[in-house]
């Protein structure tokens, strides 16, 4: 099929890469030549938004999106003659943290209590019924830590209020937990569902830098609690491709954080290290083909990300059991430039790799 990105960056190239064997072909829209995706198929550039969209849509028999912070406009209109996957009502509801709550609180799933905040008084309210600390956050578009803060004390209200520039924002209860979690799963069109195993995070300055895969001591009931909180989302919204969602390990069980309605930063392990990758999964999804399995191959699985510069990365090539992902994308602070995947048989093999390739963590 050919197969539409609504974006080119590094999500859109390794969906291209996953496409390319199973005969599909892509096109993307991208504000550059430069993006990491605009060498592997046709690309209509930004510049004029409206024509990009009315190229892609003419160059495509499905389409499917990077970001949670698509304009769901943009889908429905190109729905009207294209199919779009996941479908507006996945995009809608996960590019709000209020949506996203509220449809948590629906389905009954565990989250941190929250308060939608449209002012410095509102923000005093909602402290006083949810209590410090607390975290504020932009209702739309942040990600990777950013538009966030933490507010510990009263004394910090104003200045949180003020530092989230008058927008919309949600504050959230604090949640005391063990770990960060998260799951990966896709469904089809015909409503099949695959699940991948639950895996562990590690954050630094709110980017995500380690992913450990599976996550260890996770039971068998708690997999499949996670799997229950995702099928009724994936059901809920009728979603189709890959969907994420982050979660809390908690001492009285999980707590669901937020979703992603896309491929994601902590399912790249899977590249290597499942018997089908997300991104294969996502273009088997949205083109209606049998989904894959998505158990690892290896016991041991990780993911580490290469941020801000490059680093020693002919280290990683000098390893046995290490593959490289670079983006092409120039060094700068904060930026994601690609990702390292591990995978050991043994804890020894992987704590020792894990060690050798200790630049790239902070």
Not at 5 to 29: E, K, S
Not at 68 to 93: C, H, M, Q, R
Not at 252 to 277: D, F
């Amino acid at each position: 099929m050919k197969i539409g990105v609504l974006g080119a960056g590094q999500l859109g190239r390794m969906l291209a890469i996953a496409a390319y064997p199973l005969g599909h072909q892509m096109a993307f829209t991208a504000n550059s030549k430069d993006e990491p995706a605009a060498l592997l198929g046709r690309t209509f550039a930004n510049n004029n938004k409206h024509d990009a969209i009315k190229q892609l849509t003419n160059a495509s028999e499905v389409i499917t999106y990077e970001s949670e912070n698509t304009d769901v406009e943009i889908v429905k209109e190109i729905n009207k003659t294209t199919d779009v996957y996941p479908g507006a009502k996945s995009l809608f509801t996960t590019q709000h943290r209020g949506r996203e709550k509220a449809i948590f609180v629906k389905l009954g799933i565990p989250c941190a209590p929250y308060q939608m905040v449209n002012s410095l008084r509102d923000l005093e309210v909602a402290v006083e019924k949810i209590g410090l600390p607390a975290i504020l956050k932009t209702a739309t578009e942040g990600y990777d830590g950013k538009g966030q803060f933490v507010i510990r004390t009263k004394n910090q209200i104003e200045k949180a209020w003020q530092s989230m520039s008058g927008v919309e924002a949600i504050l959230e209860g604090f949640v005391n937990f063990k770990r960060e979690l998260s799951l990966i799963a896709v469904r089809g069109l015909d409503n099949s569902h695959k699940y991948y195993p639950l895996v562990e995070n590690t954050h630094h300055n709110g980017i995500l830098r380690l992913t450990i895969a599976p996550a260890e001591n996770i039971s068998a009931k708690v997999q499949k609690q996670a799997e229950h909180y995702m099928q009724t989302l994936l059901d809920e919204m009728g979603h189709v491709g890959v969907l994420t969602i982050e979660l809390f390990e908690t001492s009285n069980g999980l707590v669901v954080n937020e979703m992603a309605p896309r491929v994601h930063n902590s399912g790249h392990w899977s590249i290597e290290g499942a018997r089908t990758s997300q991104f294969e999964n996502h273009v088997r999804a949205i083109t209606n083909s049998p989904l894959g399995e998505t158990d690892c191959l290896q016991q041991y699985c990780a993911m580490i990300n290469i941020i801000g510069k490059h680093g020693p990365v002919n280290k990683v090539l000098e390893l046995s059991n290490t593959h490289l992902h670079l983006y092409g994308k120039t060094e700068r602070k904060g930026r994601k430039l690609g990702h390292i995947t591990i995978t050991a048989n043994t804890l020894n093999e992987f704590k020792t790799t894990l060690s050798a390739l200790e630049a790239f963590m902070p």
